[in-house]
T-cell receptor, first 115, second 117 residues
Framework: AQTVTQSQPEMSVQEAETVTLSCTYDTSESDYYLFWYKQPPSRQMILVIRQEAYKQQNATENRFSVNFQKAAKSFSLKISDSQLGDAAMYFC????????????FGTGTLLAVQP | GAVVSQHPSRVICKSGTSVKIECRSLDFQATTMFWYRQFPKQSLMLMATSNEGSKATYEQGVEKDKFLINHASLTLSTLTVTSAHPEDSSFYIC?????????????FGNGTRLTVT
């Protein structure tokens, strides 16, 4: 079974600085997809960024980028120029390339942004 | 705007009663929807996969007789917590994909906070 591990329960960053959130996963599959979701206090799940495993190029979305290391099964999220609105719980998620389409979530990292 | 609507956002019920939570895809058809449960400060745990026109697929350890799922149409799935008890108090979130492809991200409803007294 696939598992997703986020080893940092909490992180803190100064406004305008850069922070990296870690995520590792375990799978025997070769084709899969990885996601980072943000959950602010409102509890709404918001997609931040996604990565296809077959792509070597790291995904980027404005201030958000990932460092995808397939061999190491690592998928970290870098937030540049952190803003107060980035404060939230961040979940790393994995999905097989298959019919079920279900997401497996990590335990989450609570990010605080200090003004 | 929201593509998945979940209702109600909050519900308080007495122990022993049943509660129904609705999940609607607003501008697309979803043959598959997913129901998650989240305890405070914890991750989302998949409860079941709701399949339109067929029985739901439950994850290991989830009581299918307690958590009844009905996916009667391509835009609506319902989760009924039957004979609710205080330990069922939790945050329940549904999700669906706009497209039937693995790469298509899941869109989530706003969740339902259930409190059983």
């Amino acid at each position: 079974a696939q598992t997703v591990t986020q080893s940092q329960p909490e992180m803190s960053v100064q406004e305008a600085e850069t922070v990296t959130l870690s995520c590792t996963y375990d799978t025997s599959e070769s084709d899969y997809y990885l996601f980072w979701y943000k959950q602010p206090p409102s509890r709404q799940m918001i997609l931040v960024i996604r990565q296809e495993a077959y792509k070597q190029q790291n995904a980027t979305e404005n201030r958000f980028s990932v460092n995808f290391q397939k061999a190491a099964k690592s998928f970290s999220l870098k937030i540049s120029d952190s803003q107060l609105g980035d404060a939230a719980m961040y979940f790393c998620a994995y999905r097989n390339d298959g019919a079920t389409n279900k997401l497996i979530f990590g335990t989450g990292t609570l990010l605080a942004v200090q003004p | 705007g929201a593509v998945v609507s979940q209702h109600p956002s909050r519900v308080i019920c007495k122990s022993g009663t049943s509660v129904k939570i609705e999940c609607r895809s607003l501008d697309f058809q979803a043959t598959t929807m997913f129901w998650y449960r989240q305890f405070p400060k914890q991750s989302l745990m998949l409860m079941a996969t709701s399949n339109e026109g067929s029985k739901a697929t439950y994850e290991q350890g989830v009581e299918k007789d307690k958590f009844l799922i009905n996916h009667a149409s391509l835009t609506l799935s319902t989760l009924t917590v039957t004979s609710a008890h205080p330990e069922d108090s939790s945050f329940y979130i549904c999700s669906a994909s706009r497209e039937e492809t693995t790469y298509s991200p899941l869109h989530f409803g706003n969740g339902t906070r259930l409190t059983v007294t």
